[in-house]
């Protein structure tokens, strides 16, 4: 018969606690229970027990946050288990399970929606994005489904958010949508939910709500008509500042306003009339050359330098230009345009004044060109046609015509 442990009490477990040595101490009092202790200085309560054909060690808290008397009447119970049939450690596992799965699905749609944005937010170029997501989440979904468990989030919730807006403000509405798409997804990802998404447009939103396109008009950026950009440029060459000639630069290459005001010096090769964009500063991720025509090379040369600063158009401070110094110098002139909007006008020159095929000037605008199959087939960036495009742009605009007397500029390889 095994020799039974002696029955401490209270203070011979304390002293244990302060100077036993590492390992098991049986404490007495129910069979199996030990006070463990550890080279770390931890202590806890060890129940040796027999399962069917199993002994494991099952752990009933530490001390002294677990008395002497709480481990003998855990123990007790453990072992009361035991007898009846009942594995005490599985019990426990699935109890743990239970109350994780509860935790789990007590999420709500705004705490999904914040660590959404944090998971996601080094995959955007830029802080601002991560701005407008909460922004719009913020502004339209947190009031009706903010506080709601991301668990119970069905059809009648999300038409709550987007419903009072989808015919006013379309456009937005839709972000939204999208948005909540992504999120809801997120959560069904991580376990916080089940089912099919309901901010989901094929097949679900698209039976209950009209299109997009059908339910209001896309609104285009406001852009100077083609006839009026030179003599928009003589009077934008008059201006000072690094913000005019930030906006003369977008002109003449027909970039996006915010890869002009990244552009580094490290980016353009004057000798060989080339800027080159990185992927990472593209809207579509991948690598940009820009051909630099005469006028472009001459206001790069005459610009101002920085020491220690890499910016072409750097701030006064050095720091990267506003996106608002661009519109603010529009706004001086008294022209009712957008810096982007001199892409649109560039678009239409192109086609109107110029035969030079389509995916040209689409190339020269950074956009996609044709579907993957003949993307793959089309490897080179037509880069000298290009070139021989913003040599005329540039001298088109230098050089405008008189209205009414307007004649379409050739290209020297018309295709």
């Known amino acids: 018969m095994p020799k039974k442990a002696k029955v401490l009490g209270a203070l011979d477990v304390s002293r244990l606690a302060r100077e036993g040595e590492p390992g098991l101490h049986a404490v007495g009092g129910v069979a199996g229970l030990h006070l463990q202790v550890d080279d770390g200085g931890a202590r806890s309560w060890i129940l040796r027990v027999t399962i069917g054909d199993r002994r494991p060690d099952m752990g009933l808290g530490g001390y002294p946050d677990v008395t002497l008397a ?17 594995d005490p450690i599985a019990e426990a596992r699935a109890a743990r399970s239970v109350l994780k799965a509860a935790m789990a699905g007590a999420w709500t749609f705004d705490a999904c929606a914040t660590d959404y944005i944090k998971a996601k937010a080094s995959e955007w170029k830029n802080a601002k994005h991560a701005k407008q997501w909460t922004n719009t989440l913020t502004k339209y979904a947190s009031p009706k489904i903010g506080t709601l468990q991301v668990r119970d989030v069905e059809l009648p919730h ?3 958010v987007i419903e009072p807006i989808w015919s006013t403000k379309t456009e937005t509405a839709n972000r939204v949508r999208n948005r909540m798409e992504l999120v809801l997804d997120w959560a069904t990802v991580r376990g916080y939910r089940k089912g099919l998404n309901p901010a989901r447009w094929r097949g679900h939103l698209d039976k209950v709500l009209a299109k997009p396109s059908k339910v209001s008009k896309v609104a285009h950026h406001p852009a100077l008509p083609d006839v009026d950009v030179g003599a928009f440029m003589r009077d934008l060459r008059k201006g000072e500042g690094m913000g005019a000639r930030a906006l003369e630069f977008v002109i003449l290459t027909a970039c996006r306003s915010g890869e002009v005001r990244g552009a580094t010096w490290q980016e353009i090769d ?3 009339a080339t800027w080159t964009i990185p992927a990472s500063r593209m809207k579509a991720d991948r690598e940009h050359r820009v051909p630099l025509s005469v006028p472009a090379l001459r206001l790069l040369r005459a610009l101002p330098r920085i020491p220690g600063v890499d910016l072409v158009f750097a701030a ?3 720091g990267v230009l506003s996106d608002m110094t661009l519109t603010a110098v529009l706004r001086r002139m008294s022209v009712d345009v957008v810096p982007h909007g001199f892409r649109s006008t560039f678009r239409d020159w192109c ?3 110029t035969n030079y095929p389509h995916e040209v000037a689409e ?11 003949e993307a793959a087939y089309r490897r080179g960036d037509l880069f000298e046609k290009r070139r ?15 209205k009414g007397n307007v004649r379409a500029i050739r290209s020297k390889a018309a295709v």
């Open 70 to 86: 709480g481990a003998r009447e855990a123990a007790r119970a453990a072992r009361a288990k035991i007898k009846a049939g009942i």
């Open 158 to 160: 999300v038409l709550s």
């Open 270 to 272: 004057l000798g060989a």
């Open 316 to 318: 006064p401070r050095g």
């Open 351 to 353: 086609s109107e004044r």
């Open 363 to 373: 190339m020269a605008l950074a956009h996609a060109v044709g579907n993957r199959t």
């Open 388 to 402: 021989e495009l913003m040599t005329l742009w540039a001298k088109f605009i230098n050089t405008p015509p008189p």
